[in-house]
């Protein structure tokens, strides 16, 4: 599981070391991923044209995209325990 993928830009060597892992694992096992962010902004978390091609070609064969829209459900957890320790 990776969570939050694309919340802070990667240096060059972590995105490097996360297209092998990525690649180790395509076509072998089991990868879920979270990110706030469209397919299309992923170039500026990786900072490399190529690189991001070839990791979302990696990543969406033979997968299942679930998008998900509306308030943050961390947020609204939140803000419900707020609301219940007031007096």
């Not at 395509?26 to 978390?45: H, M």
């Not at 990696?58 to 997968?63: A, E």
């Not at 957890?77 to 219940?84: E, P, T």
């Amino acid at each position: 599981i990776i969570d939050e993928l694309g919340f802070v830009p990667l240096s060059k060597t972590g995105a490097e070391l996360l297209f092998e892992l990525i690649s180790q694992r395509y076509e072998r096992g089991s990868t879920l991923i979270t990110s706030n962010l469209p397919f299309d902004e992923w170039t500026e978390t990786f900072g490399s044209e190529r690189l991001t091609g070839a990791l979302l070609d990696r990543l969406t064969h033979h997968v299942s995209i679930l998008e998900m829209n509306g308030e943050s459900y961390r947020l609204a957890h939140s803000r419900a325990r707020k609301a219940k320790t007031r007096p």
